[in-house]
């Protein structure tokens, strides 16, 4: 089977002939190639070919046209620090609580900021993968955006001080990531990844995500999959297990479990739906190949009856994680049935 | 006494209103109520009942944070300055690491620590190590906290104990947290203690420094 087909056939619970396993790596691709981090979120064309690179090295099944969490809130204006090697971080958030988002012209992703670096990188990923290998692409969740925009604890203030800007905030968001998203897919992404931390439950309770967040995220999975998404991919770190049912009623066909949910926690929330996880990110730094190897046995086996399952770690592997235990989340799959 | 306006200010803290929290400890002032009482009675008492219900499910930022808020409000109104004379509070001092330049966390425990009734020094976020011990020798704290949101700070971390003895300030305790850090044990960070939340912290120091 191709990479793609095996993805595809574990969204739709089909057999497949090993379990797909994607590593998240992104700035990791970079340390392997030699190259700063910088360098890697700075232009599209090293990102893919970090990438590439690290896509012929550990032989998964998937590439990422994935930076940082700033693109969207640079494109908009946000002033950024970058680091050599380390991801860049918002020196002065784009907007204020007071900020007239009729006056914002919604970014256009083939000019505003690092936006066209990332089209660049996937419509390179695409061409090189054909439709072997899962291209995936990245926006930010609503949610999560709007706290790029603002700054976390301005927009959670906002959030209960003021909920109609907060939502008119929401909105904006939400056209922002569907616009990109949209761009993505156009551009060569089979999908775009919807990465939404803020909206984890370490943030706001569940109630909250479903009153705010839930909504505009069934706008977004509704336009990508119009646009023509090969599934809907919701990433959202921690303990998610409170907020699955919601996740769910998204549209999500495809959702990432950090370490804090069990696999039958996972399984019993959501049983018919694919998900991939969900090892802890930090072992990839600090621990030995064959801790990660029994890990990921010891998740093979318990999805091994139910199906709908991609090895993969719980967010994203540590820029500097070593690359042996890469190696070993990828080869567990191998001799695995 | 009656407790109304104890349970009265307990009850805006919880609501995340602070502009009430404000005016019942100013009420409480007035009645002639010791600030001790008011940060034991008061804002303990709304920080006990706030970690009973934040377990790991359930902690969340923005309930934290409107709490948190109430309880700095207060916190200014009964501390606007350190007032010569007043039994000395333990002190604590908190940062995020240089190269991490996440602060929330690190606000929070600031929170929770003062209304627990703890002097907190700030040192802010991408605060380089040296810095924090430097801060922690200078106001002769008795622990530091420092949290970690991303994994390049664990190498930072690993060294404070070590530094802190080398200046013979091994008595010092050093607590880590945060999304990054607590993944890691204490043992493999080389610190005290591993906090999971904020509370989970504050409940250690309670224990450890009594």
């Known amino acids: ?337 | 006494m009656d407790n109304s306006g104890m349970r009265s200010l307990v009850d805006a803290l919880l609501d995340g209103d602070r502009a009430r929290a404000v005016t019942e400890a100013r009420s409480l002032r007035n009645e002639g109520v010791e600030v001790e009482r008011i940060v034991v009675e008061g804002l303990g008492s709304a920080m006990e009942q706030l970690d009973g219900k934040c377990t790991i499910e359930e902690f969340n930022l923005l309930e934290i944070m409107l709490v948190g808020r109430a309880v700095m409000s207060v916190v200014k109104e009964l501390f606007p300055r350190e007032v010569p004379g007043e039994p000395p509070r333990i002190t604590v001092v908190v940062a995020s690491l240089e190269g991490d330049v996440h602060d929330l966390g690190k606000n929070i425990v600031k929170m929770v620590l003062s209304g627990k009734g703890y002097r907190v020094i700030d040192c802010g976020k991408d605060c380089p190590l040296g810095t924090l011990i430097d801060a922690a020798e200078r106001h002769g704290a008795a622990a530091i906290g420092i949290s970690g949101l991303i994994t390049t700070v664990i190498s930072q971390v690993k060294k404070a104990k070590e530094l802190l003895e080398q200046r013979g300030l091994g008595h010092i305790k050093v607590l880590a947290g945060g999304a990054a850090l607590k993944q890691a044990t204490a043992e493999s960070l080389k610190v005290d203690f591993v906090a999971e939340t904020a509370f989970d912290g504050v409940r250690y120091l309670g224990s450890a420094l009594r």
């Open chain 1, 1 to 337: 089977m191709k990479s793609i087909e095996r993805i595809q056939a574990a969204i739709n619970f089909e057999a497949t002939d090993r379990v797909p396993v994607i590593a998240q790596v992104f700035g990791h691709t970079a340390v392997v190639s030699g190259l700063t981090i910088q360098d890697y979120v700075r232009s599209g064309r090293v990102m893919a070919d970090c990438q590439m690179k690290a896509l012929a090295r550990y032989g998964y099944d998937a590439v990422f046209a994935v930076m940082d969490v700033n693109v969207e809130t640079e494109a908009l204006g946000s002033r950024l620090t970058y680091r050599p090697n380390d991801y860049p971080y918002v020196q002065s958030h784009a907007f204020s609580k007071d900020t007239n988002l009729k006056a914002i012209p919604l970014p256009d992703p083939s000019s505003a900021g690092r936006m066209p670096e990332i089209l660049d990188a996937v419509t390179t990923l695409r061409r090189e993968v054909g439709d072997e290998v899962l291209v995936v692409g990245c926006v930010l969740g609503p949610m999560t955006l709007a706290t790029q925009l603002l700054g976390m604890e301005k927009a959670l203030y906002l959030a209960i001080d003021d909920p109609e800007g907060f939502e008119r905030l929401l909105d904006f968001s939400t056209q922002v990531v569907i616009r990109f998203g949209i761009a993505q897919i156009e551009r060569g992404a089979h999908l775009p990844l919807v990465f939404d931390p803020s909206a984890s439950p370490s943030v706001v309770p569940p109630r909250f995500f479903r009153e705010f967040e839930l909504p505009r995220l069934k706008k977004v999975f509704a336009a990508l999959d119009a646009a023509g998404a090969l599934a809907a991919w919701l990433h959202i770190a921690g303990p998610t297990a409170s907020i699955l049912p919601f996740c769910l009623e998204s549209g999500a066909n495809l959702v990432n479990f950090d370490y804090y949910v069990t696999p039958d926690e996972l399984m019993s929330k959501a049983p018919s739906t694919c998900c991939n996880g969900n090892i802890k990110c930090l072992d990839f730094e600090e621990e030995v190949p064959e801790k990660i190897l029994s890990e990921s046995t010891g998740l093979l086996e318990a999805f091994a009856k139910r199906g709908g399952f991609i090895l993969s770690s719980g967010c994203e592997i540590p820029p500097r994680s070593r690359s042996e235990n890469v190696d070993a989340l990828v080869s567990a799959t191998r001799g695995w049935r």
